[in-house]
């Protein structure tokens, strides 16, 4: 995979719910390639058939988990919805650079089928069928199920997991069946976080702070890892190498980010290895601003992770040669909610001098902060987009509702470490023919370091 062909396109989920936009979200195909015409342009756009879907994640029918099955191809991108529970497949083999809609599964087939809602992350499974996580139960409490489609047809075939037990909490997950394990993880309750966050929601319980452990085999829960109240873990990775019993989780209240590793006995633990510290702050929501690590990702060769913290607006690479001890050995400021001349001021920093500069690209000062990142097979390109949610955009970020997101590339240093912004990248989503639009997580059609599980 590290030596994969250089991207070319990259498919973006396009988000107009909560805007003021009364228009469907699509999917834009971006071209990424230097040496093409329409470099840093969007080059189609599949507008979707229904209002306020919020496309948010995609994953592939099939990956690197189906291989050595010849029958299997990655011609089909699946598109959960996480506010309207519909699931889009749509077909990106018969023309990459122009996909279509192959298939709508409706919410009623996830409702009477799984007793579950607003589906998040998807993945193919080595038997050829897709694994969906979901957030919720059809009436919008939280409830940590999963949803099956049949890899052919796209039909829902009901629920993953057997037994009583659930979790309280969905969001993602990863599966590592060396070790006979699914981790996933926990965000919150949708009815909770459907139009904004409210602090008080987080003592009420409404937001998760475990890592839930499956058995692979059985499909039976069986651990639950705390990682203290209101941290919110939210993207989940193993490390590549599938003999690895051990991965990252990002947990965007708390800062921090946790290893979790398999213990002598056999069963699953964690330990925190990175803590951003929050700052005091006049002029905002909080009396103390976190991160918020809202994306996280490791590089295909397991050297380096990469994460985002949102409301500080800094993306962060870590060499993790120990996994034990990250070391930060890149960083890089592209907005976020600090910047100078903005309406926060910063009273107590425990990482900064002084509050950092405005960013600006090609001219454009960009709205919001740094927040779903992808990573080019051979390591050397991050690219990033500013969009979380839509309703935490509007609420965080009103700016960024305005003007839309953008999407930009860091030059990435794999021999010492470093970040650069690419100054001649820039993708600006509010000069979209509808208006601007928020723009979310990024997809290579040959697959990307956040979609393949090898086994």
């Not at 475990?210 to 941290?231: C, E, F, M, P």
Request: glycine fraction near 10%; hydrophobic fraction near 35%; include cysteine.
């Amino acid at each position: 995979a590290l030596k994969g062909p250089r991207e070319e396109i990259v498919y973006l989920p396009c988000i107009y719910r909560n805007t003021g936009i009364e228009k469907p979200d699509y999917l834009a195909t971006v071209d990424v390639d230097p040496k093409s015409p329409h470099y840093c342009q969007v080059i189609h756009r599949l507008p979707m058939p229904n209002l306020k879907d919020e496309l948010h994640h995609s994953g592939w029918n099939a990956c690197s988990s189906c291989f050595g099955d010849a029958t299997k191809r990655r011609n089909h991108l699946i598109l959960p919805s996480l506010i309207s529970s519909r699931i889009y497949v749509v077909d990106v083999g018969t023309d990459l650079r122009a996909p279509r809609i192959h298939k709508i599964v409706e919410p009623v087939e996830l409702f009477w089928k799984g007793n579950v809602a607003n589906p998040h992350t998807s993945h193919c499974l080595g038997s050829g069928d897709i694994l969906i996580s979901c957030l919720g139960d059809p009436s919008g409490n939280g409830k940590g199920g999963f949803i099956l489609l049949d890899g052919e047809t796209f039909e829902v075939k009901g629920n993953w997991e057997n037994g009583e037990k659930v979790p309280p909490l969905g969001y993602d997950f990863w599966y590592q069946p060396r070790h006979n394990v699914l981790m996933s993880t926990e965000w919150g309750a949708p009815k909770a976080l459907a139009d904004g966050f409210n602090p008080a929601d987080v003592e009420r319980g409404h937001y998760g702070c475990r890592i839930n452990v499956w058995d692979w085999s059985t499909h039976t829960y069986i651990q639950a890892i705390d990682l203290g109240k209101g941290s919110i873990p939210l993207e989940i990775r193993f490390l590549h190498n599938p003999d690895a019993a051990e991965g990252f989780v990002g947990c965007a209240l708390s800062g921090a980010v946790h290893r979790f590793y398999k213990t002598e006995k056999g069963d699953w633990a964690a330990e925190k290895v990175i803590q951003v510290p929050s700052k005091k702050v006049q002029g905002w929501l909080l009396p103390d601003m976190p991160g918020l690590i809202t994306d996280i990702l490791i590089s295909l060769d397991d050297r380096f992770l990469y994460f985002s913290n949102w409301l500080h607006g800094d993306i962060r690479q870590y060499d993790i040669s120990n996994t034990r001890k990250p070391k930060l050995v890149g960083q890089v400021f592209l907005g976020g909610s600090i910047t100078k001349g903005g309406p926060v001021t910063v009273v107590e920093d425990k990482e900064l001098q002084c509050q950092p500069e405005p960013f600006v690209i090609k001219g454009k000062r960009v709205p919001g902060g740094p927040q779903m990142i992808q990573l080019s097979l051979d390591g050397k390109r991050l690219y990033v987009t500013s969009s979380l949610y839509s309703g935490w955009d509007k609420q965080f970020y009103p700016d960024l509702v305005k003007e839309g997101s953008v999407m930009l590339q860091i030059d990435v240093d794999t021999e010492r470490g470093g970040l650069k912004v690419n100054k001649n990248f820039l993708v600006d989503f509010g000069k979209e023919p509808e208006g601007p639009v928020l723009a979310h997580e990024i997809r290579y059609p040959g697959g990307d370091s956040t979609s393949d599980i090898w086994m």
